[in-house]
C-alpha cells in the first residue's frame, strides 16, 4: 500500500494528485493511470472513487473553487471599507490568485471542460450575490455614480477581472501593456475602474 495517504483519505490524495499534475503539465496530461502512479496504487483503485477522468478533473475544479473562494474572502479583512473598496479587494484577490494558479484557474474558468457543480457553484454563486450586495449599498451609501446600474456594473467587474485573468494565462500582456509586472498592470486597471464609479466633483451620487 502507498505511504503518500492514510486509510480512508485516498480520494484526497488523489484530488491532490491530479491538482499537482495539472499544475506541473497543463489538462492535457491529466489522465486516471498517471494520477494512480503518482499515488502509488493500482490503476483500477481510484475508479471506486471517481467513475471517469471527467469526474476527477471536476473534483480538481471544486478544490480550485474552494481556494478562489478562500482566498476572496480573506481579501475582505477590512470590514469597515467602504461598499466600492470591498468591490476593489474582491478583484484584487481574485486577480492574485489567478496570477499565483494560473493552470488551476484554466480548469474553473472554462465551463465547457469542467462545468460548475455543487458546492463550486454554490461557492461562485455567493462571491457574486455579494459582489451584487455591495453594489447596492455603494448605491444607497451614495458611492455609487447616479448613472451607474448596479446589474451592469457587476457584469462589468466579471468581465474585466476575468478577462484579465485570461490575457495573463493566454500570454497576451507582453503585446498590450508596457514592460513591468502583469499583475500590476491588472491591479491598475482594476484600481481605474473602481475610481470611475465614484461620483465626480459636481456629479449627483447614486440615492
Known amino acids: 500500500m502507498s505511504k503518500t495517504y492514510h486509510h480512508g483519505d485516498l480520494p484526497k490524495a488523489l484530488i491532490a494528485a491530479a491538482s499537482a499534475i495539472v499544475e506541473e503539465a497543463g489538462v492535457e496530461a491529466l489522465s486516471v493511470r498517471a494520477v494512480a502512479k503518482r499515488v502509488g496504487v493500482s490503476p483500477g483503485a481510484p475508479f471506486r472513487h471517481f467513475a471517469s477522468r471527467d469526474a476527477l478533473l471536476a473534483a480538481v475544479a471544486g478544490q480550485a473553487m474552494e481556494r478562489l473562494a478562500t482566498a476572496v474572502e ?3 479583512l477590512k470590514t469597515d471599507a467602504d461598499p466600492l473598496e470591498q468591490i476593489r479587494m474582491i478583484g484584487t484577490a481574485y486577480l492574485r490568485w489567478v496570477a499565483e494558479h494560473p493552470t488551476q484557474f484554466a480548469i474553473i474558468s472554462q465551463r465547457n471542460l469542467v462545468p460548475l457543480e455543487g458546492t463550486a457553484r454554490k461557492q461562485n454563486d455567493a462571491i457574486r450575490d455579494r459582489m451584487m450586495a ?3 449599498m455603494a448605491r ?3 458611492h455609487l455614480r447616479h448613472d451607474a446600474d448596479p446589474a451592469a456594473v457587476l457584469l462589468s467587474c466579471r468581465a474585466l ?17 508596457p514592460e513591468g509586472d502583469p499583475l500590476d498592470w491588472m491591479q491598475r486597471s482594476l484600481d481605474h475602474f473602481i475610481r470611475d464609479l465614484r461620483p465626480g466633483p459636481g456629479q449627483e451620487a447614486g440615492e
Request: net charge negative.
Open 74 to 76: 480573506a481579501g475582505q
Open 134 to 136: 455591495l453594489l447596492t
Open 140 to 142: 444607497s451609501h451614495g
Open 161 to 177: 477581472v476575468y478577462g484579465l485573468s485570461r490575457m495573463l494565462i493566454d500570454g497576451h500582456f507582453p503585446e498590450w501593456s
